[in-house]
């Protein structure tokens, strides 16, 4: 069906990472303007493209997808105006055994976060994981980019005092 994304979701392994043979990568800069459970608007800007997207709920892996292009000067005044807490992060396009990753380096207040993304035709359709894939966190909503807009992971990683 058209406008139905289906996408499994991954912790890369950072060492692994480094070692592997990497196209360039394109900077993205998004922010959102909705973040409910059901749905989220976010506005990206890639390069010189500007998008907004809005994603819905469905089931399992899929969800709805609509994603149009905007003029990159209004996507940037969006993201100036109607959001905080951008997300920037530079992805990564690798082929891996007939599939493509596509592999976000988290920069900003998200640094040190690395995730893999696969594009499914659908939600049983079988793949090979690369050496550096380790942990599935597609039902993680922790990691999804709206969530992180919200709780960087800066803050995850910050030790906390012992109490006494």
Not at 123 to 149: G, Q
Request: hydrophobic share 30%; with cysteine.
């Amino acid at each position: 069906m058209k406008n139905i994304e289906t996408e499994r979701k991954f912790l890369v392994y950072s060492k692994g990472w480094k070692s592997v043979k990497k196209p360039k990568g394109q900077d993205y800069l998004q922010g959102y303007l909705c973040t409910d459970i059901k749905k989220t608007v976010r506005v990206r800007v890639i390069g010189t493209n500007g998008f907004i997207t809005i994603k819905g709920k469905l089931s399992g892996f899929s969800r709805y997808e609509f994603e149009y292009p905007i003029p990159v000067e209004d996507a940037m005044e969006i993201l100036r105006l109607y959001t905080k807490n951008l997300i920037e992060k530079t992805r990564y396009k690798i082929e891996y055994k007939s599939s493509l990753w596509e592999v976000d380096e988290f920069n900003g207040e998200n640094t040190g976060l690395v995730l893999a993304e696969i594009e499914l035709r659908d939600e049983n359709e079988s793949f090979e994981m690369p050496t550096w894939i380790t942990k599935e966190v597609t039902n993680d909503p922790r990691y999804y980019n709206a969530y992180l807009s919200k709780h960087p992971y800066i803050m995850w990683t910050k030790k906390k005092p012992k109490s006494q």
